[in-house]
Each structure stands twice: as structure tokens, then as C-alpha cells.
Nanobody, 125 residues
């Protein structure tokens, strides 16, 4: 089970930190990811992190602004978002993949087995 929290309303240029808490599985064996979906748009990849946190992936739109990191001892993954833009407005979902390859990250939604309920992020101009 995944539970995401930390969304909210922020002005453009501001920051938000999203967290996702996992329960029920060995968190250290899960590849974790963040996706987002804006109204009328497809679900979009935001970031992914490998089991041990040594490898991450982000699309160009997130590089330099978003950072993903995890704490396996606390079974949490965090998305730090800086320099937010109105285009970042969406519902953000955390996702987990079991049976991933060591060191792998995944940027497609279909690669993930478990999803959280989503948390709304709204960035005002």
C-alpha cells in the first residue's frame, strides 16, 4: 500500500515536497516512481529511483528542478520540487515496482505494479 502526501497550493517559483509511505512489502526491493496527470492529459513520468537509491531518472522537464530520494529505513520516497511552474499543476502519484532489476529505473507507467491515491499539486501564476 502506498500513501502520498504533501501536495498543496503554491505560487510559481515556489517549492513543495511530496512524500510517499509504503507498507506491506519489503520497501528496499521496490523501484519507486512518481508520475503526474493533469486534467485532459496522459499520465506523465516525473521521476524514478532504484532500490538502493544509487540511480535516478527524470525527464528533461524535471531536471534541475525536481529531486527524488528515498529512505529505505523509513520506507519512504520523496520528491522535492523547486522552481515550480503553473504547468506542473497535476495530481501526483507515487508508484512501486517489484521484481525490478538491480540498479534499474523505469519511466513508463505500465512498468509499475502498485499505485498510491495521488496528491494534488496546484501552482498559481
Amino acid at each position: 500500500q502506498l500513501q502520498a502526501f504533501g501536495g498543496g497550493l503554491v505560487q510559481a517559483g515556489g517549492s513543495l515536497r511530496l512524500s510517499c509511505a509504503a507498507s506491506g512489502r519489503a520497501f528496499g526491493s521496490l523501484v519507486m516512481g512518481w508520475f503526474r496527470q493533469a486534467p485532459g492529459k496522459e499520465r506523465e513520468f516525473v521521476a524514478s529511483i532504484s532500490w538502493g537509491g544509487s540511480r535516478t531518472a527524470r525527464p528533461d522537464s524535471a531536471k534541475g528542478r525536481f529531486t527524488i530520494f528515498r529512505d529505505n529505513a523509513k520506507s519512504t520516497v520523496t520528491l522535492q520540487m523547486n522552481s515550480l511552474k503553473p504547468d506542473d499543476t497535476a495530481i501526483y502519484y507515487c508508484a512501486a515496482r517489484s521484481n525490478g532489476v538491480s540498479g534499474a529505473v523505469y519511466d513508463t507507467a505500465t512498468a509499475y505494479d502498485y499505485w498510491g491515491q495521488g496528491t494534488q499539486v496546484t501552482v498559481s501564476a
